[in-house]
């Protein structure tokens, strides 16, 4: 019922900026609450950020607050990522993720999960 499609990864050095895009679509894709949540190799899944369905709720990891900005365009039903110096343990696959709400701390589990788009920093 709900669809996410991630873009805006790519190769950058460190202290630069990525922008990642979050599109979902679907029945109340506006209502749903995104989180991402980065990856790296051999590494367990870890939350970076959440926004609620009015935008105006938004919650950081410790690792990346101060650096990265969560925030929503309703008319286009699109969710961005803005990551500003990066740095090269930033690397991983992100992916967004849709559920009911953000919960009370920045999670890894959500209902509905884009395919990853992936984010090299080098040093």
């Known amino acids: 019922q709900l669809q996410l499609v991630e873009s805006g990864g790519g190769l950058v050095n460190a202290g630069g900026s990525l922008r990642l895009s979050c599109a979902a679509s679907g029945f109340f894709a506006e209502h749903y609450a995104i989180g991402w949540v980065r990856q790296a190799p051999g590494k367990e899944r870890e939350g970076v950020s959440c926004?609620?369905?009015?935008?105006?709720?938004?919650k950081y990891a410790d690792s990346v607050k101060g650096r990265f900005t969560i925030f929503r365009d309703k008319a286009k039903n699109t969710i961005y990522l803005q990551m500003n110096g990066l740095e090269p343990e930033d690397t991983a696959v992100y992916y967004c993720?849709?559920?009911?709400?953000?919960?009370?701390?920045?999670?890894?589990?959500?209902?509905?999960w884009g395919q990853g788009t992936q984010v090299t920093v080098s040093s």
């Open positions: 993720g849709a559920d009911y709400g953000c919960g009370p701390y920045i999670g890894s589990d959500y209902r509905y």
């Open positions: 926004i609620d369905g009015g935008g105006h709720r938004t």
